[in-house]
T-cell receptor, first 111, second 118 residues
Framework: GEDVEQSLFLSVREGDSSVINCTYT??????LYWYKQEPGAGLQLLTYIFSNMDMKQDQRLTVLLNKKDKHLSLRIADTQTGDSAIYFC???????????FGTGTQLKVEL | GAVVSQHPSWVICKSGTSVKIECRSL??????MFWYRQFPKQSLMLMAT?????????EQGVEKDKFLINHASLTLSTLTVTSAHPEDSSFYICSARDDSREFGETQYFGPGTRLLVL
């Protein structure tokens, strides 16, 4: 099965950019997602990228995909305190519905 | 749009009792729903895939007789934790796949149900 790895913790200052990284093992992953989880809550889909794309930008969020290195990143511009949460990357292969989640990165935004 | 609800949001029960958790897609139809379990400070682990009108597909290591899944309609799936024990205490999250969307953002997650078994 697929393994998806993330760094556990990231701390940034308010207003700075945050970059959360994710590596995956299954090169056949066709969709890669970023989800946000606030304390005690479910997962909120932030954005996703199809495997034939290198980059996707959506307002403050930029997703970069390096298929060769199987590396995915999420950049949050002008990080705010409300961005403090756990961020999960997840991969989905082909027509299957199953998602494999990364270990999650806790983002802490400091004033 | 694309809202998934779960009920209850939290439950405390005695060991040996059964607990039913509901997952509803409020504004879309979902032939397929998923049940995940999340331990504190850990990632989500898929427990089973719930299919409307047919048996659920369980992941390896998940006891189907322990975690009963029923998907009786296109908007409702239920997870029943039978004879719950303290080790079943966890955060249970469901997701639903929007039948009208074929690609990309197809799964929407519920807010989760926190179960504490005493």
């Amino acid at each position: 099965g697929e393994d998806v790895e993330q760094s556990l913790f990231l701390s940034v200052r308010e207003g700075d950019s945050s970059v959360i990284n994710c590596t995956y093992t299954d090169s056949s992953s066709t969709y890669l997602y970023w989800y946000k989880q606030e304390p005690g809550a479910g997962l909120q889909l932030l954005t996703y990228i199809f495997s034939n794309m290198d980059m996707k930008q959506d307002q403050r969020l930029t997703v970069l995909l390096n298929k060769k290195d199987k590396h995915l990143s999420l950049r949050i511009a002008d990080t705010q305190t409300g961005d403090s949460a756990i961020y999960f990357c997840a991969g989905r292969t082909g027509g299957g519905n199953k998602l494999t989640f990364g270990t999650g990165t806790q983002l802490k935004v400091e004033l | 749009g694309a809202v998934v609800s779960q009920h209850p949001s939290w439950v405390i029960c005695k060991s040996g009792t059964s607990v039913k958790i509901e997952c509803r897609s409020l504004d879309f139809q979902a032939t397929t729903m998923f049940w995940y379990r999340q331990f504190p400070k850990q990632s989500l682990m898929l427990m089973a895939t719930s299919n409307e009108g047919s048996k659920a597909t369980y992941e390896q290591g998940v006891e189907k007789d322990k975690f009963l899944i029923n998907h009786a309609s296109l908007t409702l799936s239920t997870l029943t934790v039978t004879s719950a024990h303290p080790e079943d205490s966890s955060f249970y999250i469901c997701s639903a796949r929007d039948d009208s969307r074929e690609f990309g953002e197809t799964q929407y997650f519920g807010p989760g149900t926190r179960l504490l078994v005493l």
